[in-house]
């Protein structure tokens, strides 16, 4: 079956770095999405890789590893604001994207 | 822009009911879908539309229909609503011919079956 992985929760500090991990097993790999969602709205894009590598996009990085069927998410210099959950989603061998549960981050002054 | 626009925001319906869920968007993407997104699961898709005119099943189709008349809109109906449907419903756009393919969601429909 196709898996996504990813930690329920986590808590960061603000001003502090938090990496949120993604694992995937998957039929075959198109792609791998990264969305915010703020608690009561709709998911909004954060980035897309589908080569192997750190992407990087202000205070947001995502970064892939094809082989390990990994990634991660990289916030810097946290604001009380990027409070949201996290959402990984792989697109697969038939373009259907498989979607991770979300990781709920809170962030504490 | 407005994007994506659901309606209603939210609902209560009794079971054994009807109910048509709204969606529209007005950035002309060929590619729409619906997804249900219920506390501790993925987003999980019910069916989708490439083009319009066209249609197809996601994971949960159950209980769900879509239709597709044109390019702007997209309802799904509940035939006859069971307490299980109670979810927040997510209607999601997607140029596929370009960029990334990226969705973009409409603010959902919280829909209550009692």
């Known amino acids: 079956g196709q898996n996504i992985d990813q930690p329920t929760e986590m808590t960061a500090t603000e001003g502090a770095i938090v990496q949120i991990n993604c694992t995937y097993q998957?039929?075959?790999?198109?792609?791998l999405f990264w969305y915010q969602q703020h608690a009561g709205e709709a998911p909004t894009f954060l980035s897309y890789?589908?080569l192997d590598g750190l992407e990087e996009k202000g205070r947001f990085s995502s970064f892939l590893s094809r082989s390990k069927g990994y990634s991660y998410l990289l916030l810097k210099e946290l604001q009380m604001k990027d409070s949201a959950s996290y959402l990984c989603?792989?697109?697969?061998?038939?373009?259907?994207?498989?979607w991770g549960a979300g990781t709920k981050l809170i962030i504490k002054p | 822009t407005a994007g994506i626009t659901q309606a209603p925001t939210s609902q209560i319906l009794a079971a054994g009911r009807s109910m048509t869920l709204r969606c529209t968007q007005d950035?002309?993407?060929?590619?729409m879908y619906w997804y249900r997104q219920d506390l501790g699961l993925g987003l999980r898709l019910i069916h989708y539309?490439?083009?319009?005119?066209?249609?197809g099943k996601g994971e949960v189709p159950d209980g769900y229909s879509v239709s597709r008349a044109n390019t702007d809109d997209f309802p799904l109906t509940l035939a006859s609503a069971v307490p299980s449907q109670t979810s927040v419903y997510f209607c999601?756009?997607?140029?596929?011919?370009?960029?990334?393919?990226?969705?973009?969601f409409g603010e959902g429909s919280r829909l209550t079956v009692l």
């Open positions: 539309s490439n083009t319009a005119g066209t249609t």
């Open positions: 989603a792989v697109l697969d061998s038939n373009y259907q994207l498989i």
């Open positions: 998957t039929s075959g790999f198109n792609g």
């Open positions: 890789n589908v």
């Open positions: 999601a756009s997607s140029d596929t011919g370009a960029g990334t393919g990226e969705l973009f």
């Open positions: 950035m002309r993407h060929n590619a």
